[in-house]
Antibody
Framework: QLVQSGGGLVQPGGSLRLSCVAS????????MDWVRQAPGKGLEWIGR??????????TYAASVRGGFTISRDDSENSVYLQMSGLTTADSAVYYC???????????????WGQGTMVTVSS | QSVLTQPASVSGSLGQSVTISCTGT?????????VSWYQQHPGRAPKLLLF???SRPSGISNRFSGFKSGWTASLIISGLQAEDEAHYYC??????????FGGGTALTVL
């Protein structure tokens, strides 16, 4: 499973770091992604971090590029989402998710975190 | 960021079948077989139903099936049950090496 932490209330322009700790499997074999869902809205893919074999390369959605950074610590079995320059449009439930592919992308998320709410408001 | 096009809502009677479409472009659905479908109940995380267009993860009922034709992927739910009432999302890999989700479809079981 994936257990998330780090959400909460932040002022516009502020920063926040979300954490996602895996148990029961080793994230080192998997691409890890972040997805968000604004209240009452659909799912929005944020970005992914690849495995060591791919130099931990990251890709981001255009909507968050430059403001969000995904990182991972395979020794801690954890993945992180650093968010800066937050605006009210970033208010959403944020999910981390495991790509089920082993060592490659299958673009299918078989394990999801429980979600953590981020509220950007003054 | 493009969004795959899904109907906002569909409905079907208990025991019947429904089809949910997901239309993209030749930059996403038309280019790859990396199409997945998710089910989401209120307040819950999404659940993977199908991957690679028509493959079911272990534990997913064979009432869920999928196919793709050109730029459009479809999810078919047969033998509708009350617990199928949920939101459904498609996703696809894109030529930009990103992923894109559909806007979501609310399924009502009558």
């Amino acid at each position: 499973q994936l257990v998330q932490s780090g959400g909460g209330l932040v002022q516009p322009g502020g920063s926040l770091r979300l954490s996602c700790v895996a148990s029961g499997f080793t994230i080192s074999d998997h691409y890890m992604d972040w997805v968000r869902q604004a209240p009452g809205k659909g799912l929005e893919w944020i970005g992914r971090i690849r495995t060591k074999s791919y130099n931990y390369a990251t890709t981001y959605a255009a909507s968050v590029r430059g403001g969000f950074t995904i990182s991972r610590d395979d020794s801690e079995n954890s993945v992180y989402l650093q968010m800066s320059g937050l605006t009210t449009a970033d208010s959403a439930v944020y999910y981390c998710a495991r790509d089920q592919g082993v060592g490659r992308n299958e673009d299918a998320f078989d394990i999801w975190g429980q979600g953590t709410m981020v509220t950007v408001s003054s | 960021q493009s969004v795959l096009t899904q109907p906002a809502s569909v409905s079907g009677s208990l025991g019947q079948s429904v089809t949910i479409s997901c239309t993209g472009t030749d930059n996403d659905i038309g280019a790859y077989k990396f199409v997945s479908w998710y089910q989401q109940h209120p307040g819950r995380a999404p659940k993977l139903l199908l991957f690679a267009v028509d493959s079911r993860p272990s534990g997913i009922s064979n009432r869920f099936s999928g196919f793709k034709s050109g730029w459009t992927a479809s999810l078919i739910i047969s033998g509708l049950q009350a617990e199928d009432e949920a939101h459904y999302y498609c996703s696809s890999y894109t030529k930009s090496a990103t992923l894109v989700f559909g806007g979501g479809t609310a399924l009502t079981v009558l």
